[in-house]
């Protein structure tokens, strides 16, 4: 299974970019990363997800290195709301299991 | 109807009861699944239901049994849970199984064992 590393928490002033990165080096050819996150004591959201190409919904947008080493979960303007833990998870190739790591709680502020 | 809705929000257990945990989507989605969420810890797969099968049971105690009476519904039968097995469970499901569909969760039944 191709691991992801990311750091356990980031602080963002309401209003501004949040920037989450995600380490992903072991990551197969085939294998997406997804990001979720997860409001306290709800059941985590699907956010994005892609494969080579950056992405971008009414979330977020979501940029890929070249190499798929790293990723990085861009919100561009920050709400109080998004406060929340952020999973990135790489989708495995057997099954379709879809397997959280530690993830980065992220804490928005006035 | 675009939900995961699972039955009881909180539930309160004795170590010799038996109980079950509800979970109903009406998306048409054909994969279902359980996981387990400790405190301050990312939530951790149990089983995963594929066209009402069991297709994968991550070693699992047997005081939980998983049931897929049909493709809305997926229910988790408790007996005999010890206080440690207190935590958020939480119920996915996706259209199919494979890589390109996400999950949607539902808000998860709070299990408290005493």
């Known amino acids: 299974d191709a691991k992801t590393t990311q750091p356990p928490s980031m602080d963002c002033a309401e209003g501004r970019a949040a920037n989450l990165p995600c380490n992903h080096s072991t990551i197969s050819g085939n294998e997406y990363v997804y990001w979720y996150r997860q409001i306290h004591s709800q059941g985590p959201q699907y956010i994005i997800h892609?494969?080579?190409n950056n992405e971008t919904n009414e979330m977020a947008s979501l940029i890929i290195t070249e190499d798929r080493k790293s990723s990085t979960l861009i919100l561009p303007h920050a709400t109080l709301r998004d406060t929340a833990v952020y999973y990135c998870?790489?989708?495995?190739?057997?099954?379709?299991?879809?397997?959280f790591g530690g993830g980065t709680r992220l804490m928005v502020k006035p | 109807d675009t939900e995961v809705t699972q039955t009881p929000k909180h539930l309160v257990m004795g170590m010799t009861n038996k109980k079950s945990l509800k979970c109903e989507q009406h998306?048409?989605?054909?994969?279902m699944y359980w996981y387990k969420q400790k405190a301050k810890k990312p939530p951790e797969l149990m089983f995963v239901y594929s066209y009402e099968k069991l297709s994968i049971n991550e070693s699992v105690p047997s005081r939980f049994s998983p049931e897929c009476p049909n493709s809305s519904l997926l229910n988790l039968h408790l007996h005999a849970l010890q206080p440690e097995d207190s935590a958020l469970y939480l119920c996915?499901?996706?259209?199919?199984?494979?890589?390109?569909?996400?999950?949607?969760f539902g808000s998860g039944t709070r299990l408290t064992v005493v």
């Open positions: 998306m048409g989605h054909r994969a």
């Open positions: 892609g494969l080579k």
């Open positions: 996915a499901s996706s259209q199919r199984e494979g890589q390109n569909y996400g999950y949607t």
């Open positions: 998870i790489v989708r495995q190739n057997a099954g379709n299991m879809l397997t």
